[in-house]
């Protein structure tokens, strides 16, 4: 039995850079195609439905648990359902993966979101010339890993970090990694403000500082 048991879910982004794919080619939709192990002939392939809240899912009573499926399972996640059609060399697929409390439905998207749509990250030292790093100083910002959930930064011999996080939409536990970290144990500041030791944890690996 689920019940009282955190909801699991995965989280699919229709972006060709998140996820590579082909339309479907069962059904011409604009979807990347999934193979399930279906018990029912009719479900070719998912999504059976274009609506958002479909759910392919078999009601069932308590005293029914346990004894007839209620769900189906991925067998398959494909760029095409044509086997010879390959993807092109280097692609790599994001997708979010957890489990929430609950089935707030918007809460969960609030938690997507934040992974898909990272803050913007300025810390001082950005070039007019190369808006992606810095001309000179002590800290680059490298960018937002989507495959670790973390914004990652860079030192040259500073032992201290400051930057500015402007939010594009809701940010949710956000991740921070410090290459080249050598300042020990970190005082973590939002706004000014010392954190609680509670409200932020902290490790270091060698030289490589993660604060989430």
């Given at each position: 039995?689920?019940k009282?048991?955190?909801?699991p879910?995965v ?20 979807h990347?195609?999934f193979g ?13 439905n274009p ?6 899912a ?5 005293d ?30 994001l ?34 010339r ?5 001309s ?16 990652v ?16 939409v ?6 921070f ?11 973590i ?24």
């Open positions: 039995s689920l009282d048991r955190p909801s879910f989280a699919f982004i229709k972006d060709q850079r998140f996820f590579p794919y082909k339309p479907c080619t069962a059904c011409g939709g604009d990347p195609f399930l192990f279906q018990g029912n002939a009719v479900w070719k392939h998912w999504p059976a609506m958002e809240d479909f759910v392919l078999v009601d069932a009573d308590e029914e648990w346990g004894e007839m499926p209620t769900h189906t399972s991925f067998l398959d996640c494909n760029y095409t359902s044509i086997p010879a059609d390959v993807p092109p060399k280097g692609c790599s697929w997708f979010l993966i957890g489990a929430c409390e609950g089935s707030d439905d918007e809460r969960l998207l609030d938690h997507v979101r934040s992974w898909s749509t990272p803050a913007k990250v300025e810390t001082g030292y950005e070039s007019r190369l808006s992606w790093g810095c000179h100083g002590p800290v680059l910002y490298e960018g937002y890993r989507y495959s670790e959930r973390a914004y930064l860079r030192l040259a011999g500073a032992e201290r970090l400051t930057f500015r996080l402007t939010p594009i809701k940010v949710i536990n956000p991740v990694r410090v290459e080249n970290w050598k300042g020990g144990k970190p005082k500041h939002v706004d000014g403000r010392r954190t609680e030791e509670d409200l932020a944890r902290w490790q270091v690996d060698e030289e490589v500082l993660t604060v989430w």
